[in-house]
């Protein structure tokens, strides 16, 4: 049986075998690309690579004055309860 540490280099291993092999796939994919096309893919990945980050940052900001908004809506005074009693009883 494998101990901890040897299970984990052993995936840490594979999963490096697997990142160089998608490296070497995608070199071979842009050496065979035409200049027009390698011109796009770079385009496109430039408009990924700029508007994933600023989608995911106003998620959070917008999740965060959710739960802000939702905690001050929360904190709003009890209403003063009303008394069924005739006055002097």
């Known amino acids: 049986m494998k101990t901890t540490l040897e299970s984990f280099l052993a995936l840490a291993e594979e999963l ?8 070497r796939y ?3 994919a ?8 390698l011109v796009v ?5 430039a408009a990924f690579l700029t508007v994933a980050p600023l989608a995911l940052f106003l998620f959070i900001i917008f999740m965060a004055l959710k739960l802000i908004a939702g905690d001050a809506k929360k904190a709003e005074p009890v209403p003063e ?9």
């Open 41 to 45: 893919t770079c385009i496109l990945l």
């Open 26 to 28: 995608g070199l071979r």
């Open 30 to 37: 842009v050496a065979t690309m035409s200049w027009p096309m």
């Open 16 to 23: 490096g075998r697997a990142l160089a092999d998608a490296v």
């Open 81 to 89: 309860t009303v008394s069924l009693r005739k006055d002097g009883e």
